[in-house]
């Protein structure tokens, strides 16, 4: 399989791998996908005032695109408020990954990824999120 | 001691040293399997798909038509039994002049409730055109007609027999195997004109033995010959054979090259031959059709076939009683039989095909040791009797 | 300086070993004739050759040379054999057992059956990859009328009952076919003594060429077969078309060379497979698929638990090897044999299969065992199923999120 620059550039050099603390203040997880399906994605969002995503972190159980979607949309993510993010469609990680048709799941699975996060900020922050 | 002189090239041709050189590096350091996905893999892969390329070019194909497979007897069983594996049991037409890789499938139908309605040739060994016509009345579903015969080298009008085939609706199939680098093979005209597959092999044409190609238009169903892995557009599974199939397209590449100025100079050192052989008082077959530039097949009277191929073997020269794969058969040529030549000259029949090394030094030698064989076994018979 | 990619995918295929080559050669170029050409000396000296390489595939597996029909490769010699002896056979029974860890061109092949009428069995095998000899007897009946049963398993190596099983069938008598392409040059085999009635070969998976192979076709008691290429009438009318003379040569002086070989070879790839594994066995969560004893040496496959196998195969691209078999891993479906062998998917995902070969050098062996633990390490700090595990989280018990 041919890998994009971008993707070899991420794979190689995942950007905010990891976890945030349990406990942290306005951390939010998103966790989609399935072992069985070869892809889990973590998207955990920090999110601080007005809804301003200030940290991102991630880790992924999956193939070179799929790790390259989730480092990407951490990228993305930060500075973005929870509805902005919300606005980043898997057409932009594909087309900024050149992701070949056979991977374009992995775009999917990242946007489901910040929607998962964002659905579980708000379950949490629920009162927050309405002012 | 000369080297003995091959004037066999219907039967096989010598790789070309270019092909050799190219196919070297595929057996040592580029010695993937085609299918891995590694490095080793994918240069496989990229040889093979250039490869296929040259290989459609050759035979002004896309490169998604063209099946590899191993060889020129798979290709036309693929297309005969493949094909009508994915149609009910009707007609098959295909002419009396068929290789036998595609008489016996075809025959194999027969036995499964086909009707196989065998063309028929003139005197020429051209198809009958009137005859043809009667045949594509019984409305038959497979076509196969070969575009150059083994044997004589006759050359059919493929693109006037398709136009008659086209009405009937069949599949029209077309061993080409003796064609390629010696006329122009152009399966985009041909397929315009009603030509939907055609066979090609790598070693009739300097290339290796174990690899030629089925070029076959995408609206013909088949059903493989080989099943397991899906290669080949899942029409012919097997780890592909890179090396041969690498040789392969260089050969085409040549083949197209060379192929003008060679058939000019064939048909020159042809035409010596000839004009030596009436000498000889040799009765040419197929004489008054068109003909590849390289093939003669010829009997002289009296003179039995096998006897006289024997003799020019030792006295150095390589030529065929027959076409190669039925040689053990002491049975005269049924293709021969289809033109409607006596069994006794049949039985005398001789088959010189020219290539790319032979000179007209060679050719005069052979004349020469021909007539005084030829001399020597009728001056045996003359004493018998 | 190690060359890299380091080639550790021997069972895909091998390189010619430059002896083949050499022998090779000289029939692409000087002696070039058709072996059916019966009217020269171009085509006696081709004919000649192919029977003594006839005669060397023979010697490898004790058999008569006249026993040995030439094909393309295994993967026509299985399609030969099963369509050949299952269509000749029709009229005594439909029914064929085989096994689902075979390749796929027994498999396919048994598909391709079942369409024109017969009926197949699949078996399972134990989790340790091998045939149960109890579960195969149950499977026969009376109208079975042929087993195909692989010698040796082309993804974890592991090495059939074949004996036992040709006992069963030649009872009962049922034609017994063996898949050995991935055996030859591995392990002995005795065809005297193995009461198997067809077995396939292949050339490039022991150092020969690509594009040549032969099914072995028993005489005594005689075999017989519905060709399935049908044309010139060659070998026998078993299989028509043009011998291809270098090929041929190149297989045979192959299986001349595994012959001599072997037994030092195999003793020298068994100690680096050793090497291999006990370098890999202080990572976490690693498993063998299939049994270590009854097994090639060549064959160690492995899952690394909690990391993916494409990325795993990409983080490791210095080491040219394969997850799942080289015919079905252009897809994303995790290996079938794994599956067969109970292996989640997880598992079955994240398997690497290593298989080594005449030229695996020590220092190669080294070097995979280097690279493997870096990157098996990193991906696993990438991985969230690694974290929850080591956070103590059952991954059984979670409720994922489909997709």
């Given at each position: 399989?041919?890998?994009s620059?971008?993707?070899?550039?991420?794979?190689?050099?995942?950007?905010?791998?990891?976890?945030?603390?349990?406990?942290?203040?306005?951390?939010?997880?998103?966790?989609?996908?399935?072992?069985a399906?070869?892809?889990?994605?973590?998207?955990?969002?920090?999110?601080?005032?007005?809804?301003?995503?200030?940290?991102?972190?991630?880790?992924?159980?999956?193939?070179?695109?799929?790790?390259?979607?989730?480092?990407?949309?951490?990228?993305?993510v930060k500075?973005?408020?929870?509805?902005?993010?919300?606005?980043?469609?898997?057409?932009?990680?594909?087309?900024?990954?050149?992701?070949?048709?056979?991977?374009?799941?992995c775009?999917?699975?990242?946007?489901?990824?910040?929607?998962?996060?964002?659905?579980?900020?708000?379950?949490?922050?629920?009162?927050?999120?309405?002012? | 001691?000369f080297?003995?002189?091959?004037?066999?090239?219907?039967?096989s041709?010598?790789?070309?040293?270019?092909?050799?050189?190219?196919?070297?590096?595929?057996?040592?350091?580029?010695?993937?399997?085609?299918?891995s996905?590694?490095?080793?893999?994918?240069?496989?892969?990229?040889?093979?798909?250039?490869?296929?390329?040259?290989?459609?070019?050759?035979?002004?194909?896309?490169?998604?038509?063209?099946?590899?497979?191993?060889?020129?007897?798979?290709?036309?069983?693929?297309?005969?039994?493949?094909a009508?594996?994915?149609?009910?049991?009707?007609?098959?037409a295909?002419?009396?002049?068929?290789?036998?890789?595609?008489?016996?499938?075809?025959?194999?139908?027969?036995?499964?409730?086909?009707?196989?309605?065998?063309?028929?040739v003139?005197?020429?060994?051209?198809?009958?055109?009137s005859?043809?016509?009667?045949?594509?009345?019984?409305?038959?579903?497979?076509?196969?007609?070969?575009?150059a015969?083994?044997?004589?080298?006759?050359?059919?009008?493929?693109?006037?027999?398709?136009?008659?085939?086209?009405?009937?609706?069949?599949?029209?199939h077309?061993?080409?195997?003796?064609a390629?680098?010696?006329?122009v093979?152009?399966f985009?005209?041909?397929?315009?004109?009603?030509?939907?597959?055609?066979?090609?092999s790598?070693?009739?044409?300097?290339?290796?033995?174990?690899?030629?190609?089925?070029?076959?238009?995408?609206?013909?169903?088949?059903?493989?010959?080989?099943?397991?892995?899906?290669?080949?557009?899942?029409?012919?599974?097997?780890?592909?054979?890179?090396?041969?199939?690498?040789?392969?397209?260089?050969?085409?590449?040549?083949a197209?090259?060379?192929?003008?100025?060679?058939?000019?100079?064939?048909?020159?050192?042809?035409?010596?031959?000839?004009?030596?052989?009436?000498g000889c008082?040799?009765?040419?077959?197929?004489?008054?059709?068109?003909?590849?530039?390289?093939?003669?097949?010829?009997a002289?009277?009296?003179?039995?076939?096998?006897?006289?191929?024997?003799?020019?073997?030792?006295?150095?020269?390589?030529?065929?009683s027959?076409?190669?794969?039925?040689?053990?058969?002491?049975?005269?040529?049924?293709?021969?039989?289809?033109?409607?030549?006596a069994?006794?000259?049949?039985?005398?029949?001789?088959?010189?095909?020219?290539?790319?090394?032979n000179?007209?030094?060679?050719?005069?030698?052979?004349?020469?040791?021909?007539?005084?064989t030829?001399?020597?076994?009728?001056?045996?018979?003359?004493?018998?009797? | 300086?190690l060359?890299?990619?380091?080639?550790?995918d021997?069972?895909?295929?091998?390189?010619?070993?430059?002896?083949?080559?050499?022998?090779?050669?000289?029939?692409?170029?000087?002696?070039?004739?058709n072996?059916?050409?019966?009217?020269?000396?171009?085509?006696?000296?081709?004919?000649a050759?192919?029977?003594?390489?006839?005669?060397?595939?023979?010697?490898?597996?004790?058999?008569?040379?006249?026993?040995?029909?030439?094909?393309?490769?295994?993967?026509?010699?299985?399609?030969?054999?099963?369509?050949g002896?299952?269509?000749?056979?029709?009229?005594?029974?439909?029914?064929?057992?085989?096994?689902?860890t075979?390749?796929?061109?027994?498999?396919?092949?048994?598909?391709?059956?079942?369409?024109?009428?017969?009926?197949?069995?699949?078996?399972?095998?134990?989790?340790?990859?091998?045939?149960?000899?109890e579960?195969?007897?149950?499977?026969?009946?009376?109208?079975?009328?042929?087993?195909?049963?692989?010698f040796?398993?082309?993804e974890?190596g592991?090495?059939?009952?074949?004996?036992?099983?040709?006992?069963?069938?030649?009872?009962?008598?049922?034609?017994?076919?063996?898949?050995?392409?991935?055996?030859?040059?591995?392990?002995?085999?005795d065809?005297?003594?193995?009461?198997?009635?067809?077995?396939?070969?292949?050339?490039?998976?022991?150092?020969?060429?690509?594009?040549?192979?032969?099914?072995?076709v028993?005489?005594?008691?005689?075999?017989?077969?519905?060709?399935?290429?049908?044309?010139?009438?060659h070998?026998?009318?078993?299989?028509?078309?043009?011998?291809?003379?270098?090929?041929?040569?190149?297989?045979?002086?192959?299986?001349?060379?595994?012959?001599?070989?072997?037994?030092?070879?195999?003793?020298?790839?068994?100690?680096?497979?050793?090497?291999?594994?006990?370098?890999?066995?202080?990572?976490?969560?690693?498993?063998?698929?299939?049994?270590?004893?009854?097994?090639?040496?060549?064959?160690?496959?492995?899952?690394?638990?909690?990391?993916?196998?494409e990325?795993?195969?990409?983080?490791?691209?210095d080491?040219?090897?394969?997850?799942?078999?080289?015919?079905?891993?252009?897809?994303?479906?995790p290996?079938?044999?794994?599956?067969?062998?109970?292996?989640?998917?997880?598992l079955?995902?994240?398997?690497?299969?290593?298989t080594?070969g005449r030229?695996?050098?020590?220092?190669?062996?080294?070097?995979?065992?280097k690279?493997?633990?870096?990157?098996?390490?990193?991906?696993?700090?990438?991985?969230p199923?690694?974290?929850?595990v080591?956070e103590?989280v059952?991954?059984?018990?979670?409720?994922?999120?489909?997709?």
């Amino acid at each position: 399989m041919a890998y994009s620059i971008k993707v070899l550039d991420h794979y190689e050099n995942p950007r905010n791998v990891g976890s945030f603390g349990k406990e942290e203040e306005g951390v939010a997880t998103g966790m989609v996908g399935a072992p069985a399906c070869g892809d889990v994605m973590k998207l955990q969002i920090k999110v601080g005032k007005g809804g301003v995503i200030e940290d991102a972190k991630f880790k992924t159980y999956g193939c070179g695109s799929a790790i390259a979607s989730s480092s990407l949309v951490t990228e993305w993510v930060k500075g973005k408020t929870i509805d902005q993010a919300l606005d980043i469609k898997n057409t932009q990680i594909a087309d900024e990954l050149a992701l070949p048709p056979v991977k374009i799941h992995c775009s999917i699975l990242a946007e489901d990824a910040i929607k998962a996060a964002v659905a579980d900020y708000k379950k949490k922050h629920s009162e927050q999120v309405s002012v | 001691m000369f080297a003995p002189v091959y004037l066999d090239h219907n039967a096989s041709t010598p790789a070309d040293p270019a092909v050799v050189e190219a196919m070297l590096p595929y057996l040592s350091a580029h010695f993937g399997n085609a299918s891995s996905r590694h490095e080793y893999g994918r240069a496989a892969r990229r040889a093979v798909d250039e490869a296929r390329s040259k290989v459609a070019a050759a035979v002004g194909a896309h490169p998604t038509e063209v099946i590899f497979t191993s060889g020129g007897s798979e290709a036309n069983n693929l297309l005969i039994k493949g094909a009508a594996a994915c149609l009910k049991p009707g007609v098959l037409a295909v002419s009396a002049i068929e290789h036998p890789c595609v008489l016996k499938p075809a025959e194999q139908l027969e036995r499964r409730g086909w009707t196989l309605d065998r063309l028929a040739v003139d005197a020429d060994g051209r198809i009958d055109a009137s005859r043809f016509a009667v045949a594509m009345g019984r409305k038959p579903k497979i076509v196969s007609v070969m575009l150059a015969n083994n044997e004589t080298g006759v050359v059919q009008d493929l693109g006037l027999l398709a136009e008659r085939a086209r009405l009937t609706g069949a599949w029209f199939h077309t061993d080409a195997v003796q064609a390629v680098g010696k006329i122009v093979v152009d399966f985009r005209r041909l397929n315009a004109a009603g030509v939907h597959a055609l066979t090609v092999s790598a070693h009739k044409i300097g290339g290796p033995k174990g690899a030629a190609a089925l070029v076959l238009d995408k609206r013909i169903e088949l059903e493989p010959l080989i099943a397991g892995g899906g290669h080949e557009r899942g029409l012919r599974s097997g780890t592909e054979n890179v090396a041969a199939i690498v040789g392969f397209g260089v050969a085409c590449e040549l083949a197209v090259q060379r192929r003008a100025a060679l058939a000019q100079r064939l048909l020159k050192l042809r035409g010596e031959l000839e004009h030596g052989l009436r000498g000889c008082g040799a009765t040419l077959f197929g004489q008054a059709a068109e003909r590849l530039p390289n093939t003669v097949y010829f009997a002289i009277p009296d003179v039995d076939g096998e006897t006289l191929v024997g003799h020019l073997d030792r006295a150095g020269y390589a030529v065929a009683s027959g076409a190669a794969c039925s040689s053990a058969n002491p049975e005269p040529s049924h293709v021969l039989r289809a033109m409607g030549v006596a069994p006794d000259l049949a039985r005398g029949a001789v088959r010189v095909s020219l290539g790319y090394g032979n000179t007209a030094e060679q050719v005069a030698g052979f004349l020469s040791a021909l007539q005084a064989t030829v001399a020597r076994l009728q001056g045996l018979t003359a004493m018998a009797v | 300086m190690l060359k890299q990619p380091i080639y550790l995918d021997y069972s895909a295929t091998t390189p010619v070993d430059v002896r083949v080559a050499e022998k090779m050669i000289p029939y692409l170029v000087e002696k070039f004739g058709n072996p059916a050409s019966r009217s020269h000396a171009f085509g006696w000296e081709a004919e000649a050759a192919v029977e003594e390489a006839r005669e060397e595939v023979a010697r490898l597996v004790n058999a008569d040379p006249k026993e040995i029909v030439w094909t393309s490769g295994a993967t026509e010699s299985n399609n030969l054999a099963l369509k050949g002896a299952a269509q000749f056979l029709a009229g005594k029974g439909k029914h064929l057992v085989t096994v689902k860890t075979e390749h796929k061109a027994i498999l396919d092949t048994c598909r391709e059956l079942e369409r024109q009428g017969f009926e197949v069995t699949y078996l399972d095998v134990r989790d340790d990859g091998l045939l149960d000899l109890e579960v195969f007897k149950a499977a026969l009946r009376p109208d079975t009328i042929v087993v195909s049963v692989m010698f040796v398993n082309n993804e974890i190596g592991v090495i059939q009952p074949i004996a036992e099983i040709g006992d069963i069938c030649r009872a009962r008598g049922i034609l017994f076919h063996v898949d050995a392409a991935q055996a030859t040059g591995k392990v002995v085999i005795d065809l005297a003594a193995l009461k198997v009635d067809l077995m396939s070969f292949s050339a490039h998976k022991t150092y020969g060429p690509k594009g040549i192979g032969a099914l072995y076709v028993r005489r005594k008691p005689r075999v017989r077969l519905t060709a399935q290429m049908h044309g010139g009438g060659h070998e026998r009318g078993f299989r028509s078309g043009t011998l291809a003379t270098h090929q041929i040569v190149g297989m045979g002086e192959a299986y001349r060379l595994a012959r001599l070989e072997m037994g030092a070879e195999n003793e020298r790839i068994r100690m680096l497979r050793d090497r291999l594994l006990k370098g890999l066995s202080d990572i976490d969560e690693v498993y063998v698929n299939g049994d270590l004893e009854r097994r090639v040496p060549h064959n160690l496959n492995i899952s690394f638990a909690y990391v993916e196998g494409e990325s795993l195969l990409m983080a490791i691209k210095d080491l040219a090897v394969s997850s799942g078999s080289a015919c079905t891993s252009a897809s994303l479906e995790p290996s079938y044999v794994l599956r067969a062998l109970g292996r989640e998917d997880e598992l079955a995902h994240s398997s690497i299969r290593f298989t080594l070969g005449r030229f695996t050098t020590e220092e190669e062996i080294d070097y995979a065992i280097k690279l493997l633990h870096d990157k098996i390490g990193r991906l696993r700090e990438l991985s969230p199923l690694w974290e929850m595990v080591q956070e103590g989280v059952d991954l059984s018990t979670v409720q994922w999120a489909a997709h």
